[in-house]
Structure formats: structure tokens, C-alpha cells
């Protein structure tokens, strides 16, 4: 496996479920992202990690819970949703934090339904 | 506020040249982004600018005017594959976070 993967890629769930999205980078980078992409809106960070320390949490609904349990690996747990949560909730990663040219390497996404 | 605008949607014919600008207000500048998502696909980086100017790579090309806030990214000789989102952000002083426009989708006609 090569870049950023994600996995569920479709997620469909009910407001009372609980589900985690699964992000892994094979990058070797010190930073990771989770960012929400909803239909003709700018994707919106949502959490930030470097070093596996939360470094931002941009004022996301608890009903979002991150978890970084080492470098490589990302988690979005998801706890009684709303249905406009559905999107696709995409991960990134970047060699390091805060630095200006930092590009960063996205995932393909999880396409999230809430029904 | 802070805000990044670009165009919702464009066409334009295979072969020929499209512009697609985009203008920034943002709480300082650290660099400008454009990505390219194909439709359910991971956004790819094309291009980044940090001084103002022209920055060519192939058929792509992206210019950056920092005292006007504005962008653009020209892709020449288009290509149906380039149908795709074509997405601008800015790495703003909030800790180098960057900002995304909402992205204008490209449709590549032949």
C-alpha cells in the first residue's frame, strides 16, 4: 500500500449507531488531518495531528471523536449523528506540521450517510 | 471575515486554454494551493505559490498576485481527463492552516 488509505470508503449509518472511519498513511509524516467535504462547500479541517498530539480541534460536535494511536493511523469515531453530517470526510497527512510549504496528501474519502 | 472565492462551475472545449481565478481574504499569507479532484476521488496536489508571479509545470500553470489576493490556474492543451474540481487554498497565520475555496468544477468538452 502506497500514500493515504481509508477505509470504510461507503458508510452508511443511523443517528443511533456507532462507527469509526479508519485512516492509515504510509508516508512516513508527522502530521494528520481529517477534513469534511460537503456538496459545493470548502472542505472544512476538523481535527489536526502532529505527533500524534492533537494540535487543533476547530470547534467539531462532540458527537466527533478523534483518536491518533500512533503516526501512522488516524481514527474519526462516530457517535448519534445528524443527517447533515453526511459528506465525505476526507484524511490528510503532510511531512510535518505548521510549516509553510507543507503539501499534503490526501486519502480517497469516506462518503458518510446519516439516515 | 475570511473567504476564498472561486467560480462554481466552468466548460471548456478539449484542446483549447482555461483560466480559473480565484481571490483570497485571509488573515495573512503564507502560500497558495491548488489541487485537482477527480469526482470521488482524493484531491492531488498541482501547484503552490508563495511569491507573485508565474509557476509553470507542463500543461499546467498558476499565477499568484499576493497585493491583489488573486490566483489563477491555466491548463493549456485540455484533455478529457481534466474534467475534474479544481480546488484553491491558502495557508493562512492561524497556525499555517489552510483555507479551501469550495472548488470549480471543470467540464472538458469534446
Known amino acids: 500500500e502506497t500514500g493515504v488509505t481509508q477505509t470504510p470508503r461507503h458508510l452508511v449509518m443511523g443517528m443511533t449507531n456507532k462507527k469509526s472511519l479508519k485512516c492509515e498513511q504510509h508516508l512516513g509524516h508527522n502530521a494528520m488531518y481529517w477534513y469534511k467535504q460537503s456538496a459545493k462547500k470548502p472542505l472544512e479541517l476538523m481535527f489536526v495531528?502532529?505527533?500524534?498530539?492533537?494540535?487543533e480541534n476547530n470547534s467539531v460536535p462532540s458527537r466527533f471523536s478523534p483518536e491518533c494511536p500512533n503516526s501512522s493511523h488516524l481514527f474519526l469515531h462516530l457517535h448519534t449523528l445528524q443527517p447533515e453530517d453526511s459528506a465525505l470526510y476526507l484524511c490528510?497527512?503532510?511531512?510535518?506540521?505548521?510549516?509553510?510549504?507543507?503539501?499534503?496528501?490526501f486519502g480517497p474519502g469516506t462518503r458518510l450517510t446519516v439516515l | 471575515g475570511q473567504n476564498i472565492d472561486q467560480p462554481t462551475e466552468m466548460t471548456a472545449t478539449e484542446g483549447a486554454i482555461v483560466q480559473i481565478n480565484c481571490t483570497y481574504q485571509t488573515s495573512g499569507f503564507n502560500g497558495l494551493f491548488w489541487y485537482q479532484q477527480h469526482a470521488g476521488e482524493a484531491p492531488t496536489f498541482l501547484s503552490y505559490?508563495?511569491?507573485?508571479g508565474l509557476e509553470e509545470k507542463g500543461r499546467f500553470s498558476s499565477f499568484l498576485s499576493r497585493s491583489k489576493g488573486y490566483s489563477y490556474l491555466l491548463l493549456k492543451e485540455l484533455q478529457m481527463k481534466d474534467s475534474a474540481s479544481y480546488l484553491c487554498a491558502v495557508r493562512d497565520d492561524n497556525n499555517n492552516d489552510m483555507r479551501f475555496g469550495a472548488g470549480t468544477r471543470l467540464t472538458v468538452k469534446p
Open positions: 495531528y502532529s505527533l500524534e498530539e492533537r494540535v
Open positions: 490528510a497527512s503532510s511531512q510535518d506540521y505548521g510549516d509553510f510549504y507543507n503539501e499534503q496528501f
Open positions: 505559490n508563495v511569491l507573485d
